[in-house]
């Protein structure tokens, strides 16, 4: 089984910054994409940011520029370093990558982590 705990969450100010993490562990052989998404209330889930296992990144048009995505692969973890923050960024994100094992290839998703921005 693998499990992806994010932390990092809190609440902030407009302008402020924040670092989510997503470590996954368990019974993991490879990750390839890691990815982050967002959802807030009464909008659905949407994504905001990719990164492949060689380190190709990509984001969403809203992010571009305050968001940067980075993973560490020799401790299976993702991080989304979130800068300039608007009250439009408040949302549950959640963690998700795509994880090879020995039964095969899984998609997983992490709890999720609230974000919430306002004055």
């Known amino acids: 089984q693998v499990q992806l705990v994010e932390s990092g969450g809190g609440l902030v100010q407009p302008g402020a910054s924040l670092r989510l993490s997503c470590a996954a562990s368990?019974?993991?052989?490879?990750?390839?994409?890691m990815n982050w998404y967002r959802q807030a209330p009464g909008k659905q889930r949407e994504s905001v940011a990719t990164i492949s296992s060689g380190g190709t990144t990509d984001y969403a048009d809203s992010v571009k520029g305050r968001f940067t995505i980075s993973r560490d692969n020799a401790k299976n973890t993702v991080y989304l370093q979130m800068n300039s923050l608007k009250p439009e960024d408040t949302a549950v994100y959640y963690c998700n990558a795509d994880v090879t094992l020995l039964i095969g290839r899984r998609e997983y998703w992490g709890q999720g982590t609230q974000v919430t921005v306002s004055s």
């Open positions: 368990g019974s993991i052989l490879w990750i390839d994409g």
